[in-house]
């Protein structure tokens, strides 16, 4: 056996399967790619996350075994090491396992982890990028990430932490970027109060996009200073971005001008 091949047997000798760590993308089945459809399809077990949109795990093939292993807040169904060893097994066992993440895996999704855990046992992995919240959510709420003249750049933050978010808030407040901030519902306080704190203008445009690229979606703008507050008022649940930056404000011009069209439209004359 060639040094190649080695990485294909279990230590019983017989040939292992493989872990494909799939990016489903923000929820909306039409924005998974070829390929990640096809991996759901092709694979002899789905092992899948909280984030996998029910649409697309109707995509699920009726008859291919499914593990969940979700985790939402205070509530874990199995913990990261067991995940590990689940993925391990399966492959021990000759399995083609999907390992379908919500969003990209390799964006706060531990997808390197994970890849890290499976290749030090000896699993051979392949990872297939999805379209990564911020920019499904944001395009979806007609919120450019980059907008010339207001921001040449984006930034990713993910507020999952303890009491201390441990973020170079000066840094973020002065980039003159826009800010998406994930799993950041219940911190958008310590948020608000950072980014504010080192200099970043209350009235900033902010959004929450809430349930983003499903038939749920809510999006909700107001300004960093009131995010608490929007929070609040709308009962804003997980999963949610927050969206801070100029670009924002480009959302209200989109929905004017297409009411503007509406309004522009004259009705078809009737024919006999």
């Not at 996998?52 to 075994?65: G, N, W």
């Not at 395009?139 to 450019?144: L, M, W």
Request: with cysteine; aromatic share 4%.
């Amino acid at each position: 056996m060639n040094k190649q091949s080695t990485a294909n047997y279990s230590q019983f000798g017989h040939k292992m399967g493989n872990v494909s760590l799939v990016g489903a993308g923000p929820g909306d089945p039409d924005l998974l790619t070829i390929k990640a459809l096809r991996t759901i399809q092709q694979a002899d077990v789905i092992v899948f996350d909280n984030l996998v949109s029910k649409a697309i795990r109707e995509l699920f093939p009726v008859d291919t075994p499914t593990i969940y292993v979700g985790k939402s807040k205070a509530c874990h169904s199995a913990t990261q090491d067991e995940i590990n060893q689940i993925l391990v097994t399966l492959s021990d066992q000759g399995k083609k396992v999907c390992r379908l993440k919500g969003g990209d895996a390799f964006v706060f999704g531990r997808g390197g982890e994970e890849m890290l855990e499976l290749l030090s046992a000896g699993v051979d992995v392949d990872v297939v990028p999805g379209i990564t919240a911020a920019s499904g959510c944001t395009t979806y709420a007609d919120i450019p990430l980059t907008h010339r003249g207001l921001t040449q750049g984006c930034t990713f933050i993910t507020a999952h932490a303890g009491k201390e978010l441990e973020h170079n808030w000066q840094a973020l407040a002065q980039l003159n970027q826009t800010l998406v901030v994930y799993m950041g519902v219940s911190k958008c306080e310590l948020v608000m109060d950072a980014l504010i704190g080192h200099g970043l203008d209350s009235r900033t445009p902010a959004a929450f996009i809430e349930k983003g690229c499903t038939s749920e979606q809510r999006t909700l703008i107001g300004t960093l200073g009131s995010l608490d507050d929007l929070r609040d008022k709308h009962n804003v649940v997980t999963p949610a971005l927050i969206v801070i930056g100029e670009t924002v404000a480009v959302a209200g011009q989109v929905e004017q001008l297409r009411q503007q069209m509406l309004e522009s439209k004259e009705p078809l004359p009737l024919t006999a």
